[in-house]
């Protein structure tokens, strides 16, 4: 287990909000990006996501997301840092999550009597 403030570091793509197919710079923000995605899907059922979506990937998994840095404009890679959290905060949201996709059914608490 990662320790808290341990750095996990990833280097991985990382789309752009919206996707602009029609795009001049393809490779970057369109149709290159899409069909990268498509690829990844294929080949092992995985797929390219957004810095939105690598921030829940990382809650989930007990990380802050802490940066993302593109490496340089010829490729599409991001260098993706994300820090542990504390064992604390990591139960909380966990809990928290947990009571938002489970509501607690009040009426079956209620003492008979």
């Known amino acids: 287990m990662l ?3 341990g750095l996990v570091l990833i280097v991985e793509p990382v789309l752009p ?3 602009d ?4 710079n393809d490779v970057l923000d369109g149709g290159t990006t899409c069909l990268g995605d498509l ?3 294929v080949n092992v059922g995985g797929r390219e996501r957004t810095r939105k979506e690598f921030e ?3 809650r989930r998994a007990g990380l802050s997301l802490t940066s993302v840095t593109p490496l340089t404009e ?10 542990a959290e504390t064992a604390a905060k990591v139960t ?4 928290q999550t947990a009571c938002a996709q489970a509501p607690f ?3 079956a608490a209620t003492p008979q009597g």
Not at 74 to 83: H, K, N, Q
Not at 92 to 95: E, G, P, S, T
């Open 56 to 58: 829940e990937v990382c």
């Open 92 to 95: 909380a949201d966990r809990r």
């Open 21 to 24: 197919t029609g795009a001049d």
């Open 105 to 107: 059914d009040h009426s």
């Open 3 to 5: 320790p808290p403030g």
């Open 74 to 83: 010829a490729a599409p890679f991001s260098l993706i840092e994300a820090e």
């Open 17 to 19: 909000e919206v996707v």
């Open 39 to 41: 690829d990844i899907l």
